[in-house]
């Protein structure tokens, strides 16, 4: 029960304020803190405390030779996350990410990048076969080069892994699209389908007729699969066939929401890598992202298999 992660690793530098500022407008905050991140990060410490003992999660991605990529490394590694394809990059900083969060728990993002720009289809080409064979999962998202997530994709579906697309975020809708032959499963949230299919997204149907036009673009012989996450509103699992099922959120009450996707997507991965079904994958992923958001902080927030378990049989 494998799951390799291809994506960032940040530092989030995170301002909790009464309200998100405007354009030109100063907000005086409250409370600062700093926080392990990045997309592929959460992810991959979502996975693994979704897998517990039982699994191993592998995360490919780069960092800065500084006390933030020391710190992220020591983090992933004391969640027990394979950190052993981290790449270490000695000329530019590690991943940063400035966080405002509001008192409804949404939030602002600002990332600037830094080492996980520089992860290279090369160093995606040299990872060795018998990792891809290995691991039963590729999960990837956006925060890192395009063409790297292109390579991995490709890698993994050589090796017969069940590909996960996170598209988040979906700057370039084109060169995406251009991914889903190779892709099983893309999980969008309303804005990046959206954005995807070229399309307003306002509601469930909406959602739904968005899906199945990217469905029909894919032109997979098994179907794309699609699970859109709707936050509040829960999400819409589409198999295949464009058979269309709705998931109800848990009832919570949300502090900060800004790890939400990656949990939702990291839980997601791990459960399939288990072998459970699409649609109990979609459920144990909802009962783990609605935990997230009643804690503070990205990785923070994560939460373990046993608390995911518990709310899964409240229902």
């Known amino acids: 029960m494998s799951v390799l992660i291809l994506g960032s690793v940040n530092t989030d530098l995170v301002i909790r304020s009464p309200r998100l500022p405007r354009p030109g407008q100063t907000v005086l905050g409250g409370e600062f803190y700093q926080a392990a991140g990045g997309k592929g990060a959460n992810q991959a410490v979502a996975a693994a405390r979704a897998l517990g003992k039982q699994g191993r999660v592998v995360?490919?991605?780069?960092?800065?030779?500084?006390?933030?990529?020391?710190?992220?490394?020591?983090?992933?590694?004391?969640?027990?996350?394979?950190?052993?394809?981290?790449?270490?990059?000695?000329?530019?900083?590690?991943?940063?990410?400035?966080?405002?969060?509001?008192?409804?728990?949404?939030?602002?993002?600002?990332?600037?990048?830094?080492?996980?720009?520089?992860?290279?289809?090369?160093?995606?080409?040299?990872?060795?076969?018998?990792?891809?064979q290995q691991c039963k999962i590729f999960?990837?998202?956006?925060?890192?080069?395009?063409?790297?997530?292109?390579?991995?994709?490709?890698?993994?579906?050589?090796?017969?892994?069940?590909?996960?697309?996170?598209?988040?975020?979906?700057?370039?809708?084109?060169?995406?699209?251009?991914?889903?032959?190779?892709?099983?499963?893309l999980t969008p949230n309303e804005h990046e389908l959206a954005a995807l299919a070229d399309m307003p997204v306002d509601s469930a149907e909406s959602a739904a007729a968005a899906a199945r036009k990217l469905q029909a673009q894919a032109r997979l012989a098994s179907g794309l699969q699609i699970i859109v996450t709707l936050g509040a509103a829960g999400a819409l699992v589409l198999d295949g066939s464009g058979a269309v099922r709705p998931i109800p959120a848990f009832p919570v009450t949300p502090i900060d929401t800004t790890a939400a996707g990656d949990c939702f997507s990291g839980a997601l991965a791990a459960a399939l890598a288990e072998g459970q079904s699409l649609l109990s994958a979609a459920v144990f992923a909802s009962a783990a992202a609605a935990l997230s958001v009643t804690r503070r902080g990205a990785q923070p927030s994560l939460p373990r298999r046993d608390e995911i378990e518990v709310l899964v049989r409240q229902g």
Not at 82 to 98: N, P, R, Y
């Open 59 to 132: 995360l490919v991605g780069a960092v800065g030779s500084d006390e933030f990529g020391r710190e992220s490394r020591r983090g992933l590694l004391a969640e027990g996350v394979d950190c052993s394809h981290l790449k270490e990059v000695s000329s530019v900083s590690s991943g940063i990410a400035l966080i405002l969060v509001d008192g409804n728990g949404e939030n602002l993002i600002s990332v600037a990048s830094g080492a996980n720009a520089h992860l290279l289809a090369n160093d995606i080409d040299a990872l060795p076969a018998m990792l891809f």
């Open 139 to 185: 999960l990837a998202c956006l925060e890192s080069p395009l063409v790297s997530v292109e390579r991995g994709l490709a890698r993994a579906k050589e090796n017969g892994l069940f590909t996960i697309l996170n598209p988040a975020p979906a700057e370039d809708a084109a060169a995406i699209r251009k991914l889903l032959p190779v892709i099983d499963l």
